[in-house]
């Protein structure tokens, strides 16, 4: 007998190579009418595989959390049999579960088009309706290739080839249908249910590379209920609308061309915004007893052999040399990817005492990281982009101290942004890291500390969790994720703690007992790429910036030419009162240009003519609203500054 425990902490014991299916079978019929798969010992696994040993074990019906990735995983094979059906000799290679989805890749001489999606999506409910079980039977290498020939399905004996020696080669049947698969999948093909959609094509290399075969991917995403789908739908059309490339357009902040591939070309406007969120983050840093420094871009090779980062991050970075043929030196350098080793250069440069530290500095760095061409997205994923990193230098001591303050700056700085939803995670070891595992232990447990007391202090707006082996390769790291305004997470700000890099590099301090220690380094970037923050800034707000992170923040326009010379000192005042304002004195209706200002998300629009000359007033209209206010000048210039007033200030 074997004894398993279950989630509510009751156990039972039953016949060694029972199923969860018959587990489930002896708790109530029921439950064994609607399992779907079973968790043991953490491990999603098919309902009817045996249990040999001790274990948890949670039944999964399919209305549990864990039942959603097999939805999708079981409406890719679903995709894969009707396109079969549908379009004989196609042939199918991978089709994973992804975020929110799936995608399945197809080998076909005529690629699909969103034009199919209609008879796929069709034969696709037809085969979810014939309500077909899933079965695993288990091959032998020569076996499983054997098969795949016969059937002409080269991409997979391929496929068979790359499994590990070690590893059961699995096939799932449904209904007649086979793919090679590691499953695990639910009980039936009835159970995915018709909450799913087929979304768009894409083009993809075989394993993604270009000498291989061109295939066409079909990508869906399928939901537990068509609530849960229309929701995300839903969700999608409202991303379109507020998707930063297209507003950066409407609202001329930047652009990108093909010389320059995953920089920003910034516009006046779009330079603007980034003026401000540096100079706020600026304004908190010097509250908080940072030194702000500046270390090179290029560097020679050697220092980031030093740090780690040559052996460990090569493919990510850009390395350079002299153009010329002839040089006096034959050295090879690299653009920075990351500020932390300038930073060590700068504290290692003269004799620092503990009675220094902690010693904080920052950076608004230019850093740069080689991004796979299909990978760039807008301002979201670039190759060059800026850091608001900083480090600090400090004793053990003073370490939990030092996370905590740069847990409080970093909240705050986000509900000043406008987010209030944020998690914390503390990222752990990852497989490829420096330094001893009693290093890491202390490292994983000091902050494991911390992040209690941060889910303690927060009050509940916080949220904690656990991303196992994310962590980076010198060091544990909390990574803070934000929730934007339709609900999307944005991991953005990192606290990491490192024992490693200051030891490699030989930096040191003065402690009281007048011998030399090595300060523990901690990494805090707070809005990571300014870039991408002020990409999730632009989709967070639709564009519609509060005042003090407006580009244009008022426009003064005219009914008639009547109001030119009154529009005019309008805009004067409003400038000299420290507000970004411009004047529309064209010879267009007023309609036409409240509706242009507005598609370029000017937050205030000022209408003046005659009679707001005479008695020195304007007409207030905002942005969004057809209403009015009439308010004189004076009032009017005084409720924008205040509103224009960036929070830290206020």
């Known amino acids: 007998m074997i004894t398993l425990t279950f989630p509510d902490g009751a156990k039972r014991e039953i016949e060694q190579g029972l199923s969860a299916a018959q587990v489930a079978a002896g708790i109530s019929k029921s439950l064994e009418k609607k399992a779907v798969a079973a968790v043991v010992n953490g491990v999603l696994v098919d309902l009817n595989d045996p249990i040999t040993a001790d274990a948890t074990l949670q039944i999964v019906t399919r209305d549990d959390e864990w039942a959603l990735e097999l939805i999708r995983h079981d409406c890719a094979h679903v995709l894969a049999e009707a396109v079969q059906e549908l379009y004989p000799g196609t042939q199918v290679t991978i089709g994973p579960v992804i975020e929110n989805g799936f995608f399945y890749d197809f080998f076909r001489n005529e690629p699909f088009t969103p034009e199919d999606f209609a008879p796929i999506e069709k034969k696709m409910r037809e085969i979810i309706q014939r309500d077909k079980p899933f079965t695993k039977s288990v091959k032998t290498r020569d076996e499983a290739k054997e098969f795949f020939r016969s059937k002409g399905e080269n991409f997979k004996v391929e496929l068979v080839d790359a499994i590990p020696g070690n590893e059961d080669i699995k096939f799932y049947d449904q209904g007649g249908w086979i793919d090679l698969c590691r499953g695990p999948h639910m009980t039936s093909t009835g159970k995915i249910g018709n909450a799913f959609k087929l979304m768009k094509v894409a083009g993809a290399y075989w394993r993604g590379d270009s000498k291989n075969p061109m295939l066409t991917r079909i990508y869906g995403t399928a939901w537990a209920s068509d609530h849960d789908l229309q929701a995300y739908v839903t969700a999608l059309e409202e991303a379109e609308k507020r998707d930063h490339r297209k507003l950066g357009r409407e609202m001329d902040l930047f652009h990108f061309q093909e010389e320059g591939p995953g920089v920003v070309f910034w516009h006046a406007k779009g330079w603007t915004i980034f003026q401000q969120l540096i100079a706020y983050m600026r304004r908190r840093l010097a509250k908080l007893d940072y030194q702000e420094v500046n270390a090179p871009q290029l560097l020679d090779k050697s220092l980031w052999e030093t740090s780690g980062h040559w052996g460990w991050y090569r493919e990510a970075m850009f390395a350079a040399r002299s153009a010329g043929d002839e040089t006096d030196d034959d050295q090879i350098f690299a653009l920075k990817p990351m500020n932390c080793p300038g930073h060590v250069q700068i504290f290692k440069h003269g004799l620092r005492s503990y009675r220094e530290l902690p010693m904080r500095l920052a950076e608004f760095g230019n850093v740069h990281r080689y991004e796979p061409s299909g990978a760039l997205h807008g301002l979201m994923r670039v190759r060059g982009f800026t850091q608001d990193d900083a480090h600090i230098f400090c004793t053990e001591e003073q370490m939990a101290d ?249």
């Not at 490292?443 to 927060?458: F, G, M, N, P, T």
Request: glycine fraction near 8%; charge should be negative.
């Open 402 to 650: 030092e996370c905590l303050k740069i847990n409080d700056l970093i909240l705050s700085t986000y509900k000043d942004f406008g987010f209030e939803q944020i998690v914390v995670k503390l990222a752990t070891r990852p497989e490829k890291r420096v330094g001893t595992d009693a290093m890491w232990d202390h490292a994983e447990d000091v902050l494991r500390r911390i992040l209690k007391q941060i889910e303690a202090q927060s009050g509940g707006r916080v949220k904690t969790g656990i991303n196992e082996g994310e962590g980076t390769f010198y060091g544990p790291k909390f990574e803070y994720v934000l929730r934007d305004a339709i609900g999307r997470d944005w991991q953005c700000g990192t606290t990491q703690v490192d024992f490693n890099l200051p030891e490699r590099f030989g930096a040191f301090y003065i402690g009281a007992d007048g011998e030399k220690h090595v300060p523990v380094m901690i990494h805090r970037a707070i809005c990571g790429s300014m870039e991408r923050f002020l990409g999730i800034l632009i989709e967070h707000h639709a564009g519609h910036f509060p005042l003090w992170l407006a580009p244009a923040q008022v426009i003064v326009t005219t009914i008639t030419s009547d109001g030119d010379e009154y529009a005019v000192k309008v805009r004067d005042d409003l400038r000299k009162a420290g507000l970004r304002a411009d004047a529309d004195l064209r010879n267009e209706k007023i309609n036409y240009k409240v509706r242009e200002h507005s598609l370029a998300k000017v937050p205030v629009i000022l209408v003046v003519g005659k009679r707001e000359m005479d008695e020195q007033a304007v007409n207030m209209r905002r942005l969004g609203s057809q209403d009015q206010k009439s308010m004189s000048l004076v009032d009017a210039i005084a409720a924008l500054v205040a509103e224009a007033t960036a929070p830290d200030l206020k």
